[in-house]
Nanobody
């Protein structure tokens, strides 16, 4: 069982930055591919970024490429999402995901970007 707790969501103006954190407990994240997803009102949950478990490989949705950076600190059992140059369309609830033999999800953190 992996418990994921996101934090760092806030209201920010367009062009601003935020850093989301996902703290894991129960098991070490070193055995999991870790990712961030988001869900805007009335829309389906979508992939944002991921950091592979065993090698330094990160992947991003085209909509955030060049603006967002995902990183993981296995020693702290924490995953981060640095979000720069935020746009109103980035407004959503952001969820942390741990993917192994099964998926684990956090409760989400709200990011609101005002124009």
């Amino acid at each position: 069982q992996v418990l994921l707790v996101e934090s760092g969501g806030a209201l920010v103006q367009a062009g601003g930055s935020l850093r989301l954190s996902c703290a894991a407990s129960g098991r070490t994240i070193s055995g999991y591919n870790m990712g961030w997803f988001r869900q805007a009102p009335g829309k389906e949950r979508e992939f944002v970024a991921a950091a592979r478990r065993s090698v330094s490989i990160t992947t991003y949705a085209d909509s955030v490429k060049g603006r967002f950076t995902v990183s993981r600190d296995n020693a702290k059992n924490t995953v981060y999402l640095q979000m720069n140059s935020l746009k109103p369309e980035d407004t959503a609830v952001y969820y942390c995901n741990a993917k192994g033999l099964r998926d684990y999800w956090g409760q989400g953190t709200q990011v609101t970007v005002s124009s």
